[in-house]
């Protein structure tokens, strides 16, 4: 087991198409499982001293998957090493806060979203290791859940229960894939940019005082209470809350239109992509998106 200042437990992605299974948390290693053969087919050890937060399989290959771990690292792991020692294909420190979620950007294989708890959100390409493609400063005060669509370039992130514990906020934005932008070092070196989220609520929280937070943290930020993911093909998210409470907000997509889970206060977007066409409707949203509705 890893000694660290909190623990995770156990931390698992599940990858439907390839029937893979990928487990870590509290431990050294992580175990890659073949549903099909009901075996662990692959054992690596991290090499880290902290606990795995995350994990997000290659949607494409086998090969690959990328973890992150609670002192910020993120690292490129690739099953065909011959060795434990050369498994670890890159080893990304642009964070320095323990890592709420590592995703792919979508239709990609060698783009990823990371964000940790201070806020910060980078998009990596693993082609380059200069640095990040484009940085997000979101939620400073602390971040406490994030994810990215798998078939939308759009994230969500949620903020913690830290000064303002009665309350939690969580906002969707949209990015530009890193295809599209300079390489790290090729722009102008100002990569931190404010987001503009096109929805944004907020919602209670539900509980009666604020939790105790690690020292080992950012001040005015707590963990664990709050987890947030992305319908994998319509436009949904899913927000649990420390109260036990599980939000389902977005677009209820329907043969005539799209209409609204909420009705109060919306105004709509055209969707633009070659699968259908129709009206979605956001709270408080007014930018486009490009989400191909899969039927």
């Not at 870590?24 to 499982?33: N, T, V």
């Not at 434990?84 to 709420?100: P, S």
């Not at 950012?218 to 927000?239: D, I, K, R, W």
Request: one cysteine or more; aromatic letters at 10%.
């Amino acid at each position: 087991m890893t000694q660290a200042t909190r623990s995770v437990g156990l931390v698992s992605e599940w990858n439907q198409p390839l029937t893979r299974l990928l487990c870590g948390g509290d431990s050294e290693r992580i175990y890659d499982w073949d549903a099909m053969s009901e075996r662990c087919i692959t054992v690596l050890q991290t090499e880290e001293n902290f606990p795995v937060t995350s994990i997000a399989s290659n949607p494409y290959s086998r090969r690959t998957f990328i973890a992150g771990f609670g002192s910020g690292a993120i690292k490129v792991f690739d099953t065909r090493a011959g060795s434990l020692q050369t498994a670890c294909a890159q080893n990304r420190r642009e964070h320095r806060a323990y890592i709420t979620n590592v995703r792919y950007q979508p239709g990609a294989d060698r783009q990823i979203l990371s964000a940790s708890v201070d806020g910060l959100v980078h998009l990596l390409d693993l082609r380059y290791t200069a640095g990040a493609v484009q940085t997000w400063e979101v939620y400073p005060q602390g971040l406490g859940a994030f994810d990215v669509h798998p078939n939308s370039n759009v994230f969500l992130a949620s903020s913690s229960l830290g000064r303002s514990w009665r309350n939690q906020a969580v906002s969707l934005y949209t990015f530009t894939p890193a295809q599209q932008q300079p390489r790290p070092g090729q722009g102008d070196g100002s990569y931190l940019q404010p987001p503009i989220p096109i929805l944004s609520t907020n919602f209670p929280s539900g509980i009666t005082a604020p939790s105790r937070t690690s020292s080992s943290l950012p001040p005015n930020v707590s963990l664990g209470q709050s987890v947030a993911t992305f319908h994998p093909a319509e436009m949904f998210y899913a927000l649990g809350t420390p109260d036990g409470t599980m939000r389902l907000q977005g677009c209820q997509f329907t043969k005539s239109k799209i209409s609204a889970v909420h009705s109060d206060s919306i105004s709509s977007t055209t969707l633009s992509n070659g699968h259908s066409s129709g009206t979605a409707y956001f709270e408080r949203g007014n930018s486009q998106i490009d989400f191909p509705t899969i039927r």
